[in-house]
């Protein structure tokens, strides 16, 4: 231990004084900051970084930079990451975003693993998850460290390196496949959740606030006296050994948006349901196509007494907006200027969100959603673009077919692939009259194409589900060299669902959660109680963007309306919300456990109104606002992967 | 229709081996009594139910049936934890998903419940001109690990018992899943094992 060390911890974590106290309450009444020495014994700064910044928004303004630890004291490691106070020029959010995000001492007992990016562009960041599979939000090395970071964990903490991911570290490595499973893929039970959270409320004190930066010291004592003194319960009581501090900063996120979202739906006390819940019921009720264009008015006629004319503008601006009938060849003309460029990208996706495109249109309108040409680009550039295009395609294509038979037979990975993709072909949408029949030539693009693509991101090879991605974009593009670099673009975005760590998904289903706390709590506490807060019964709805819950020609049209990335980019998780919202009566009411809900959810296939979905969403995403995106993670597909290519690589892969 | 007995019991399956091997098939032959030629593949995992009446005891069978892509197989301890039976499903028309069907095996020895029936199908055994694994070398090696072994055929519902034991049975599950049944079932009263719920 250093002298240095030692000194620098006097300006903030006196923590060793907890040691001594033994007593939460105790710690608490100890105000006094200057601690002696002797106080410190047994803790150490074994890390110290400057400039650790967290990026809760995508705006650059709301970056926040903070200085991050690790503290050894005894046999136990902490980590700390303290915001540096008044760097963000709006107030208000600062403070909020501040408090929610400090990590007060968090011991490394509590963290199942560390994964390291290294982007070759841009700063180096770890994320650090939680063994209740709660994360911190991503920590951006400005100043580098990250390497010195690991070893130092490495120092003091058993780390190995994950076989999946040369870039996961686990801290708790659980040799058994199953715990590794639930590990990765769990979210906190339902004792813990609820034991947590009653208990987090204790700490949200409303001084929290008023706090300066040196005063951080309590909190950081504080919470590492209170885990000294949980550990010596853990033997008893293992509910008590909980990230208490992750857990406060979920209930602050979730309490904000209560009060939000209430302005908007104005919480009815008698039931406990707010008017939007009650409203989804109505709908639920009246599954029929007549609930389309009359809904304003509907609303209108079922609201309480509003007293406030502004919030009930509000409400019925943002719920329920009557979906449009699809963008024609007319329209489509009005968007473009004379050679060829859409003018107003904003107003055509907002256009397409409300009503889609008309079929013959999509193969034209699909190319620009898809980010396959560019909303500047002219005619002249376009068609100069699909003919180095295609040729481009020729030459990946014929990475393939230049592979003869006996070279194929000394080339297992190739066979492999080519089998998967071979089975899968025949039987995707085959009872369309596209591809039925035998020898039907779609089925071989199909085939042709995805093997394709497995040679040009030959990392993520192809996987179960792809097929389904690739199906109606064919269908619609016709060309083979134009379906395959759609279906590339879309691979941009998508491609991360297929991640052998299931990383994609995981985000996903972890932002799902998050979003269902924040816009239907007891639906969230159901899930909790029941065991259902890995959301693995939406799997597939996640996985392949709904393509096996409608008819295909829903499909086209709910994939064109996301495509437009409007209102947000993760309007399909706000589609998860809404259409489990819409049955949330049923699935609580029937007492759904996990089994019976996945089954029940399966055989939702074909039997949810899309545009209620689309709406649904839409006024449920207008409400979450900012503290909806805030729980999505950065990065979560269909956002374009924040890292450079090594995103796709999937280490240890069979296929 | 399962008749109300005494007894109700559940047990808890799960279908496990390569990618269309015929699980989803055989699961839907046994649930729904049909075939599909080109039977979608399963994303993430789907989940069936179906009710066997047994003398006095009603059995309910509920049975996961899970995505085969290696990419997918970190899912698999979520859907097989638990049950009380585990049927691997290998196509023997292709000799890699026998070997597959192995790997899901040793798995399940390593880490599934002990008490854990498990099962070897193997499926597709209308076509026998394209056969690649031989019947006795999967029912030796069934006979090595302590499997129920048998060829089956979704499509065309071979190995169903005759129709004197289907009335029996109430409805017409291939042996496959009699057999599988009558398993639970000694394991059951041998062991007083908790897999079978009893109410």
Same mark, same amino acid.
């Given at each position: 231990m250093l002298e240095t060390d030692l000194h620098d911890?006097? $300006? $903030?974590? $006196?923590? #060793? #004084?907890s040691q001594q106290q033994g007593s939460t309450t105790m710690m608490r009444t100890d105000s006094g900051r200057g601690s002696s020495s002797s106080e410190h014994e047994g803790a150490e700064v074994v890390y110290s970084k400057e400039n650790v910044t967290i990026h809760p928004t995508q705006f650059a303004s709301e970056r926040i930079s903070g200085r991050l630890r690790l503290i050894k004291q005894g046999s136990c490691l902490f980590i700390t990451w303290i915001p540096y106070k008044g760097q963000n020029s709006n107030a208000k959010l600062s403070e909020r975003d501040r408090n929610l995000y400090t990590i007060r001492g968090v011991p490394f007992t509590e963290v199942r693993s560390i994964r390291r990016h290294t982007p070759a562009f841009g700063w180096q960041y770890v994320i650090i998850v939680l063994s209740s599979g709660l994360a911190f939000p991503s920590l951006y090395f400005y100043n580098g460290g990250v390497r010195e970071f690991l070893a130092t964990v490495k120092q003091h903490v058993f780390l190995v390196r994950s076989e999946e991911d040369a870039n996961t570290f686990l801290v708790n490595d659980f040799q058994n496949p199953l715990q590794r499973t639930l590990s990765s893929l769990e979210l906190p039970r339902s004792g813990s959740i609820a034991s947590a959270v009653s208990s987090a409320s204790v700490d949200v004190s409303p001084s929290n606030s008023e706090r300066r930066a040196g005063e951080d010291s309590h909190d950081e004592r504080s919470r590492i006296s209170r885990y000294g003194g949980k550990q010596r319960h853990k033997a008893q009581d293992p509910a008590r050994d909980l990230p208490i501090q992750i857990l406060e900063k979920f209930s602050l996120v979730t309490k904000f948006a209560r009060e939000t979202t209430s302005q908007l739906?104005?919480? /009815?006390?008698? /039931?406990?349901?707010s008017v939007a819940e009650m409203r989804i019921q109505n709908q639920s009720s009246l599954d029929?196509?007549?609930?389309?264009? /009359?809904d304003l008015e509907k609303v209108t006629d079922d609201s309480p007494v509003v007293q406030d004319p502004i919030q009930f503008d509000k409400l019925t601006l943002v719920w329920g907006k009557p979906r449009q009938p699809p963008l024609g060849s007319e329209e489509w003309a009005t968007f473009l200027d004379a050679e060829g460029r859409v003018l107003d990208s904003t107003s055509l996706r907002k256009r397409i969100f409300y009503g889609g495109v008309e079929h013959n249109l999509r193969k034209e309108v699909w190319a620009f959603l898809l980010g396959f040409h560019a909303y500047n680009s002219t005619y002249a550039e376009r068609e100069y673009l699909q003919s180095i295009k295609r040729s481009e395609y020729l030459t990946i294509k014929n990475q393939w077919q230049s592979i003869s038979p006996e070279q194929a037979k000394r080339f297992t990975k190739f066979k492999e692939r080519k089998g998967l993709i071979e089975k899968d072909v025949v039987r995707t949408d085959r009872s369309l009259s596209f591809f039925d029949g035998d020898e039907n030539p779609n089925v071989k693009l199909l085939h042709d194409i995805l093997l394709t693509y497995s040679f040009y991101n030959f990392d993520l090879g192809y996987c179960q589900g792809m097929s389904d991605f690739l199906s109606p974009i064919l269908f619609v593009m016709g060309d083979e060299s134009e379906s395959f670099w759609c279906f590339v673009a879309l691979m941009e975005r998508l491609g991360p669902n297929f991640n052998r760590d299931q990383t994609g998904m995981h985000c996903q289903l972890f932002a799902i959660s998050k979003l269902v706390e924040l816009l239907d709590t007891p639906l969230h506490n159901y899930f909790s109680q029941h065991d259902c807060l890995n959301y693995f019964f939406c799997f597939r709805w996640v996985l392949i963007q709904f393509k096996r819950e409608f008819a295909y020609e829903k499909v086209m049209h709910l994939w064109e309306v996301l495509w437009t990335h409007y209102p947000s980019e993760h309007l399909h998780l706000y589609i998860c919300v809404a259409v489990l919202k819409r049955y949330r009566n049923k699935i609580m009411g029937e007492q759904m456990d996990f089994d019976t809900l996945l089954k029940f959810i399966n055989e939702l296939s074909g039997h949810i109104d899309l545009d209620a979905a689309i709406r649904d969403a839409e006024a449920l995403c207008v409400c979450a606002g900012e503290n909806g995106a805030a729980n999505i993670p950065p990065g979560t597909p269909p956002s374009l992967p924040l890292d450079d290519g090594s995103y796709y690589i999937q280490q240890d892969e069979v296929l | 229709m399962a008749t109300s007995g005494n007894k109700n019991i559940n047990a808890k399956l799960v279908l496990l081996g390569d990618v269309g091997a015929g699980k989803s098939s055989l699961v839907l032959r046994f649930v729904k009594g049909q075939f599909v030629e080109f039977q979608e593949s399963t994303i993430g995992a789907a989940f069936f139910s179906q009710t066997l009446a047994v003398n006095d005891a009603t059995v309910k069978f509920e049975i996961w049936d899970t995505a085969g892509q290696e990419r997918y197989h970190s899912l698999a301890p979520m859907y097989y934890r638990g049950a009380a039976a585990a049927i691997i499903v290998y196509d023997i028309t292709n000799q890699g998903s026998f070997d597959r069907a192995k790997k899901w095996v040793q798995e399940l020895q390593a880490q599934?419940?002990?008490?854990m029936v498990m099962a070897l199908a193997g499926n597709k055994s209308d076509l026998l001109d394209s056969r690649k694994v031989a019947a006795e070398d999967a029912q030796t090696y069934a006979q090595e690990n302590g499997l129920f072994f048998m060829e089956t055929s979704a499509k065309s519902a071979a190995n169903q018992r005759d129709c004197r034991e289907c009335n029996q049975y109430r409805i017409q599950p291939g042996w496959f899943w009699t057999d599988l049944l009558k398993g639970l079932q000694a394991r059951h009263v041998a062991r007083r094992t908790w897999f079978l719920v009893q109410f």
């Open positions: 911890l006097s $300006d $903030d974590a $006196d923590y #060793a #004084a739906f104005r919480e /009815n006390h008698n /039931n406990g349901f029929s196509p007549q609930t389309s264009s /009359n | 599934g419940n002990p008490n």
